[in-house]
């Protein structure tokens, strides 16, 4: 019974392992990579009533919904259901987990400590089922984010080209995107999107939506700036210039800290990893000098033999 228990856990992991990767590589293909891909995602199909349903198998703490729209925005899921996709799937692998290692802890020899040994190693599994597909979709935001903020000061400056040129933001904007879209392809979408919401209502709002689905401090200083220049008719080619040169300096300055930053963080593996060969050559030589000396002084003839020490006495008048 147990042998048949383990084949059908070793089945059941095998199964899980293939499905999961298939799924990563098929929602990873829905990710927004380029301009192409934002025309594309605007006729994404409605999920089915089961998928919606499997969404909302697992609760959601507070707060957690908004967490996970802003992390898909920023990793480049821009579907209208990503969410919901994202979650069919997530609770699909967990509750999958659960009726398997159930299954199997019910199957196994009741009288044996395997069906307590396969209910850990589901809670186990479920855990990592729920919280890995997470910290995959943060660790894609937080990459995707640390790419745009290098790249901006780039598209700032062409945009600021572009507006020196004599035209508007708006326009700027689409030739933008389509001249970074090579080297800086998540800039080029984003521009896209910002432009795309300006045809649909103001530069502004649109300006502001793009610094809300960021939510990072370079973004958010740049809009506010630029709905500052256009509200007070100022011209937005010097502002966005300056601005460039801002987030360069300020990228400069976080490289000389983390160089600064280095040298304290290497001490302590200089201390642990170095300081031991060195005590080790250092006092290697001298302990074992000590450890010799100690063993041949008390041998006959030696420096503390009792027997010599007597002799010497008896021969002294």
Do not use: W
Not at 30 to 48: L, M, Y
Not at 203 to 230: C, G, H
């Amino acid at each position: 019974m147990s042998f048949d228990a383990i084949t059908v856990i070793s089945f059941a992991v095998t199964f899980l392992t293939v499905y999961l990767a298939g799924m990563t590589m098929i929602r990873a293909r829905s990710r927004v990579r380029n301009i192409a891909d934002v025309h594309a995602r605007s006729k994404t199909k409605r999920p089915g009533s089961f998928r919606r349903s499997l969404a909302g198998a697992i609760p959601m703490f507070p707060g957690e919904q908004d967490a996970l729209e802003q992390d898909l925005r920023r990793a480049g899921y821009y579907s209208p259901y990503a969410a919901i996709e994202y979650l069919a799937a997530r609770n699909l692998i967990v509750v999958m987990i659960l009726i398997v290692g159930g299954g199997a802890a019910v199957a196994a020899d009741p009288t044996s400590a395997l069906p307590k040994v396969i209910l850990i190693a589901t809670a186990v599994a479920a855990f990592i089922g729920y919280v890995g597909p997470r910290s995959i979709l943060y660790r894609q935001s937080s990459r995707r984010l640390g790419r745009i903020q290098k790249g901006l000061p780039d598209a700032l400056d062409i945009i600021r080209m572009c507006l020196t040129g004599g035209l508007p933001l708006r326009h700027a904007l689409e030739r933008v995107a389509g001249e970074v879209e090579c080297f800086h392809p998540e800039i080029a979408v984003e521009l896209e999107v910002v432009r795309r919401h300006a045809e649909a209502d103001t530069m502004q709002k649109a300006l502001k939506e793009f610094a809300r689905r960021m939510n990072a401090p370079d973004v958010n200083a740049l809009a506010s700036l630029v709905t500052q220049t256009e509200r007070t008719g100022t011209q937005v080619a010097n502002a966005v210039m300056d601005f460039a040169d801002g987030i360069r300096r300020q990228y400069r300055q976080r490289a000389e800290e983390k160089a600064s930053k280095t040298a304290i963080k290497m001490l302590f593996p200089v201390v642990l990893c170095l300081s031991p060969p060195i005590f080790i050559l250092l006092m290697g030589p001298p302990i074992v000098q000590l450890k010799n000396f100690a063993r041949d002084a008390h041998k006959p003839g030696g420096v503390l033999d009792h027997n010599v020490d007597s002799a010497n006495q008896s021969i002294t008048p």
